[in-house]
């Protein structure tokens, strides 16, 4: 059989709204062409995140009702500790509400002044906690991950040369933790090979480093070990997991992925002095150790989806729907960046509307085309995004420019994605000619594409 199917039935279902063009665009009006200031009531498909967004399964919201809601040593703490204790082989796990606050308490931990933390590519948050701790952040990505056209199977690897080089002139001391985000949000979710993970882990081991996972998507990235690294078809993705998680000091997770819940994180230590100053911020910022600002119903349903998400018949599905969307937008002559990863597909917004200037930015004209079109919502991951040089005052001209449909999980079926590829197609065969894209009427400052609003040229 090669049809992929979804793996589970419909128990549950939430109406959602057609709406007419003219009202799309009575919307995107009052949004000024931003479309996370669009209700979510008026949009018919929402890919602007795979985060927390995924629906939960009846095992997981049975745990809901079984949350032990104690404020110390619950039970739904001891199940979630063990779950994870089972899957990663780490001793110390700390609930957190998301992966940023992991990532907060790593940082505060580990992080400080005049120090240097290198990852393949930092997530948003990622960097931006990294530098609130007084670090900077580098991304060392393989040459790869920036081509668009390039079919490399692992993209989203680290540059070991680069590591090494970097390492080299920093200095050990000045560099607390080398960190591997799997997958890497950036491309889409593009993954690491075990190959890549173990060489970064010799290179730490050579110099007496740390090595940090952001481990927000690891069963996806494990799928895609085992699909595409020789040598690891016949693994379990338990199996694979595990040889990840025993790669590395510490973890953040962002559970609101592959954790399959709509709130949720994880921070993971295996330093006994670190865990504890960690656990001390956790007291003082976010909750008691064994609930970390979550409610006891939370850490059972995150217990549920730590399992879940290793099935192998859900991450074929998962990981299948995605690239199944991405074909289908190809055979289109949509022009998308290849491989798919693991979450997302990207169009590329310059070749899709070759003749929009830059500074008009065509990624997000693209987004504006495609909820007018179909009532979907997609977010700009480019020129809109990236911002201005501070120096020059310029617009910062990023490698690509991107329209990022970001897939839920068991959220969509496939007739909800071939209606995605209708509207693209529409708005594609109705507007190659189009020369002219958005002008902003507003422009924040910092990260623009929350607040920025625009006009259409
Ligand atoms: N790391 C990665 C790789 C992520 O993709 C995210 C979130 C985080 C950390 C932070 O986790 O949101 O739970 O605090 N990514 C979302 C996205 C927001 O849309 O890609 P969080």
């Known amino acids: 059989m090669t049809t992929i199917i979804e793996p589970f039935r419909i128990k549950s279902v939430e109406p959602i709204r057609m709406t007419t063009r003219e009202e799309r665009e009575a919307a995107l009006d009052k949004a000024g062409f931003n479309l996370f200031k669009v209700p979510a009531r008026d949009v018919l498909i929402d890919l602007l995140t795979d985060s927390g967004t995924g629906a939960m399964s009846s095992e997981q919201w049975a745990g809901m009702m079984r949350g032990d809601e104690s404020y110390a040593g619950a039970r739904s703490f001891e199940r979630f500790e063990a779950v994870l204790q089972e899957i990663t082989g780490f001793a110390h796990i700390l609930p957190t509400h998301q992966g940023r606050a992991s990532e907060r308490l790593l940082f505060e931990v580990i992080g400080g002044p005049g120090l240097v933390v290198p990852n393949n590519a930092h997530f948003d948050t990622t960097r931006a906690n990294a530098e609130h701790s007084g670090c900077e952040a ?31 002139k920093v200095g ?24 890549n993970m173990r060489a970064v882990r010799e290179v730490c081991d050579r110099h007496g480093l740390r090595l940090v996972l952001d481990a927000c998507r ?44 709509n709130i949720g994180g994880v921070l993971l230590l295996r330093d006994e002095t670190l865990f504890q100053k ?7 910022t976010e909750g008691y150790v064994t609930y ?23 991450l074929r599905y998962r990981v299948g729907q995605v690239a199944q969307l991405g074909a289908w937008l190809e055979e289109e002559g949509v022009p998308i960046v290849r491989p798919v990863g693991g979450h997302a597909v990207f169009i590329d917004g310059r ?43 310029e617009n910062i001209r990023p490698a690509m420019d991107l329209c990022r449909l970001t897939i839920p999980r068991r959220v969509y079926s496939s007739e909800h994605l071939e209606h995605v590829v209708d509207a693209a197609k529409t708005v594609l065969d109705g507007q190659h000619s189009r020369s002219r894209g958005l002008a902003f009427l507003k422009e924040a400052q910092g990260i623009r594409h929350f607040a920025s609003t625009f006009r259409e040229l």
């Open 351 to 393: 070749l899709f509307f070759p003749d929009i200037p830059e500074d008009e930015f065509p990624a997000q004209a693209v987004c504006v085309e495609l909820y007018k079109e179909g009532g979907v919502r997609a977010v700009e991951i480019g020129s809109n995004l990236i911002g201005r040089n501070p120096d020059t005052g």
């Open 138 to 168: 580098v991304d060392l990505p393989i040459a790869e991950a920036k081509d668009p056209s390039s079919r490399h199977p692992f993209k989203g690897n680290m540059n070991v040369p680069a590591l090494e080089a970097r390492i080299g």
């Open 292 to 314: 970390g600002g979550l409610a006891g119903r939370d850490l059972e349903a995150m217990a549920q989806g730590f399992q879940e998400v290793l099935d192998e018949d859900y």
């Open 278 to 284: 960690a656990s001390e911020l956790l007291i003082l």
């Open 172 to 195: 050990v001391e000045r560099i607390p933790a080398v960190m591997i985000t799997i997958t890497n949000n950036r491309g889409g979710g593009q993954p690491v090979s075990l190959g």
């Open 218 to 261: 690891f069963a996806e990235n494990a799928w895609f070990i085992k699909l595409r690294e020789p040598g690891q078809a016949h693994r379990t993705i338990p199996e694979i997991v595990r040889e990840v998680f025993d790669l590395a000091d510490g973890v953040t997770i962002s559970a609101k992925k592959d954790g399959m819940v």
